[in-house]
């Protein structure tokens, strides 16, 4: 579990599908989509179910990994004060 949370932090994606050694051979390609949650085996046209990510998680791999995503709440936090103070 901790292994999960810091490659997500990092803004690595680990995605888990049951079965998935006996459905792809060495070599062939694989397309994910994330967000469906599905792998689809390119030569073949299979899709398998991946375990989803939660939206938080989404999240900070959308941002490129905790401190981006950080960092972009701590910008729009100061703009919000600043215009706050300014009135």
Known sequence: RIFFR?????GL?????KG?????????LI???????????KETGEILKTDK?????????????IKPLMREKMRKLRERNKAH???
């Open 6 to 10: 810091n490659s997500i932090n990092l």
């Open 13 to 17: 994606p680990l995605i888990t599908c």
């Open 20 to 28: 998935i050694s006996s459905k792809v051979k060495d070599g062939q």
């Open 31 to 41: 397309e994910l989509d994330i967000e469906a949650g599905e792998l689809t085996v």
């Open 53 to 65: 990510l939660g939206d938080y998680a989404m999240s900070i791999l959308e941002a490129g990994g």
């Open 85 to 87: 103070l300014d009135k």
